[in-house]
Structures are given as structure tokens and as C-alpha cells.
């Protein structure tokens, strides 16, 4: 049954590439699957323009786990992650690096967001509980600047931080 399996792959992935080139584009389709039959994950990408691309990865049990855009060998683009088929983070890409927002859920709910800038927190940050605002943080190119805590009352509590290690240098 696993060499079937296979056989249709490449069978159906040698077909759609050659319906597409009819078209002068070329797309590669793969598709993997988990030993209970059900699908594991699927890459489909261009083979002749830019290379973009997007790949999406399941669980045994069919719930998807993530969804992935390339541009060449690179992520590029908004990438989604799943827990029991809610979205729990997403987070924008720029060749390879976080480059955008971010975006963390908790049980649908945005826990945190904010954005980086070439790999490093930069601007502000924000933190839920209960879609209450708690926390705020604002960063300059992934160093922490400020820190502005939020309670119930909604009073605001400024902090400078200049103190990461306890020892007094940054």
C-alpha cells in the first residue's frame, strides 16, 4: 500500500508539473503522508519564476499544524503556526528573517504582538491577559527601553530599564 502511495505521488506530481509547463510555468506539487493514510504535508512551489512557494503541515489526525511561504530557498511572507487547529502565531518574513509583526495567540485570543525589525524586537510590544492590556514594552533595534505595567485600575507604572543582569550593566 506505502509503494501505491508513492507511485500516485510521483505520478501526480510529474503530471501537474507538465499540465502547468504547458502554460510556460512550472510548478513542483509534493505531498508526504503519516503511516495511518493521512496527510503529512504538501510543498508547492515555482520552479521557474521567483521560486515562491508554500508549505502546509498536518498532524496524524488531519488538523494542520503550520503554513509556511517561501520565495526561493527562504521564508518569505506571513507564517502561520497551529495548536488543535487555532491559529497560535504569525509572524511576517522578509528572506529568512523576521521582518514585521508578530502576532502570539492563547486560546484564540492575541496573548502579544508587536513587530521586529531584521530579526530584533523593535517599537512596541504589548501583552493581554483576558483581552485586557497588561504589559507594554517598547524596543530600539532589540534592546528593551522602557517597560510600562498596567493594572486593573488601569494606573501606569513607568519604568526605565537599565539593569538586564542583575549587576548593573546592560
Known sequence: MKNVKII??????????????????????????????NLKSVYLMDTLGDGKGMSFHFYSNGVKISEVPYKGKMINGVSKLYYKGRISLEEEYVNDKQDGFYINYSNGKIFEEGRYKDDLQDGIWNYYHNDTLILSEFYEKGKLIEIIYKNTTDVKKRMEVTDFDGNGSN
Open 8 to 37: 500516485i505521488i510521483v505520478f501526480s506530481c510529474f503530471y501537474f508539473v507538465n499540465c502547468e509547463t504547458k502554460n510556460k510555468n512550472s510548478y513542483m506539487l509534493k505531498k508526504e503522508f503519516h503511516e495511518n493514510g
